[in-house]
């Protein structure tokens, strides 16, 4: 793979390799930087670098001078909380920071600064002794125990889904214009930035501090982008200008990181006539995405208004368990479980969350995902929701994404809306938050799920709240709705 990144280079030396807020850099002044970085990266102590993720090109440039060096880095969000950061670098004992901030705010590490390094653009072509067990990135995401948990990805799992992604169909070429709009914490990043590098194609990024929606919407009609990797609250966003919204020139659109309504894209697809959309599906567990379905133009399949997440791709197994890590027949729900080439070896250092999320099962490890899924007589997997988002109200067991599906209904799908829980007072009472900033139609909201809705599970309150939060993977933060809906009742009391 990075050997192929080298012969790309230099086959494409003059083509753009980015567009970063609206400036371009050729596959040149890529391969310029990285081999600079290359050398002042190659005799640092340690394997693992922590690296600022800023949207410039010598951040870029990093990851791969650092891969090319058999290392790996570890984003570090510049606007998360130091602390969080540090707790990060302490927890993988990192002591080398790469940062192109104007002032750093790392000081008990070594910190380099790109572009203040030796110029060595020759470098950049050094032989690359590729071993699949090294690792290529630490992503670190939320815990349970409110402190971040690592999740390794290694060369061989990234490898893996470089090469199952043109196995689907999705082959991109030198010719493609691929959107980027992940921060690089998210692996998303990587599967937006690393496919067009692979072939010659142009990436071209959203800068931070905008509103993603809207920069999405102006880069896709500015440069009239051919590629897509999308989150679907970025189309929910959209949706009162899918009038207006009007692109020939993509070819593909995949939606990954949240459900995908199926209304939406239905919708979103008449705005790219000439776009295969697909919906993909992964945890960070198991390298970027390694479910595909393509939606087809007729009979989508969906649960709950939410599309389907389709098959194992190329080097990944699926398997629907009843929870002991037995397989259920098709069409019974039950927890999703992975395998394959592009399992991470386990969460870092921390042997409770392995026993915990691994097992073994016919000769191969197993990752429990933790959501809830069926496979349909076709052999396509249905997303049904959470584990965590089943709860037992009056003795039944309700899953939260029904009642979301009912009330999207009733907005017509043009409101996002989020079924709750609250248990302070040792009860399970259900609760809606509704994105909208009115309460007008509270009554009728309710009449239609009654329609619908079994009593146990119409909500017991609704709250309203407009627009509601985004966490920076660019998904409704529903930890946060949670959050203001806490803090709304404290202020009633």
């Not at 992604?165 to 990587?190: E, I, K």
Request: charged fraction near 20%; proline fraction near 5%.
């Amino acid at each position: 793979m990075l050997v192929h990144l080298q012969a790309t280079f230099a086959a494409y030396a003059n083509r753009n390799a980015f567009c970063i807020d609206n400036h371009y850099y050729s596959y040149r002044d890529l391969a310029d930087k990285v081999g600079s970085l290359r050398l002042a990266v190659r005799n640092i102590n340690g394997d693992h670098v922590g690296l600022v993720v800023n949207d410039d090109i010598h951040t870029y440039a990093s990851i791969l001078a650092l891969w090319m060096e058999s290392k790996s880095y570890v984003p570090l969000h510049p606007l998360q909380p130091l602390k969080r950061c540090e707790d990060i670098i302490g927890q993988v004992g990192i002591t080398t920071v790469i940062d192109t901030s104007a002032t750093t705010r790392y000081h008990n590490v070594e910190v380099i600064c790109p572009q203040g390094v030796a110029s060595c653009s020759e470098c950049f072509y050094d032989e690359i002794f590729y071993d699949a067990s090294r690792v290529a990135y630490i992503l670190f995401t939320s815990g349970s125990t409110g402190r971040p948990k690592g999740v390794p990805i290694n060369m061989g799992n990234v490898a893996a889904f470089v090469d199952s992604v043109p196995a689907l169909g999705v082959v991109l070429t030198s010719h493609d214009r691929c959107l980027q709009m992940f921060d690089l914490t998210f692996d998303l990043s990587v599967g937006s930035y690393l496919p067009p590098l692979l072939c010659g194609a142009c990436v071209y990024t959203v800068s931070p501090g905008k509103i993603k929606w809207q920069e999405v919407y102006r880069i896709m009609d500015d440069y009239e982008l051919t590629a897509l990797l999308l989150v679907p609250s970025v189309i929910h966003y959209l949706k009162p200008y899918f009038g207006e919204i009007e692109a020939p020139s993509v070819r593909y659109v995949l939606f990954c990181g949240e459900g995908l309504p199926v209304d939406d894209a239905i919708r979103w697809r008449r705005c790219l006539p000439n776009a295969e959309v697909w919906n993909v599906y992964g945890p960070t567990e198991n390298t970027i995405y390694c479910t595909a379905y393509r939606m087809p133009h007729e009979h989508v399949q969906e649960h709950n208004g939410i599309v389907g997440i389709g098959r194992a791709m190329k080097h990944v197994h699926a398997m629907v368990t009843n929870g002991q890590g037995m397989p259920v027949g098709d069409g019974t729900p039950g927890e999703l479980c992975l395998a394959g080439e592009q399992l991470t070896e386990g969460y870092w250092n921390d042997e409770r969350k392995n026993g915990e999320a691994f097992f073994e099962a016919g000769g191969q490890r197993w990752y429990r995902t933790g959501d809830i899924c069926a496979v349909a007589p076709d052999g396509n997997i249905l997303f049904m929701g959470r584990l965590d988002s089943q709860v037992q109200i009056q003795g039944f067991r309700v899953e939260l994404g029904e009642i979301e599906h009912v009330a999207r209904q009733f907005y017509r799908e043009q409101v996002a809306v989020v079924a709750l829980t609250e248990g302070s007072g040792g009860d399970t009472v259900i609760e809606l938050a509704v994105e909208t900033d009115s309460a007008d139609d509270d009554a009728l909201l309710l009449a239609h799920l009654r329609q619908f809705l079994p009593g146990y599970m119409i909500p017991a309150e609704i709250y309203h709240i407009y627009p509601f939060p985004q966490n920076a993977s660019n998904k409704i933060d529903r930890k946060k709705v949670g959050e203001i809906i806490v803090s709304d009742k404290a202020k009633r009391q």
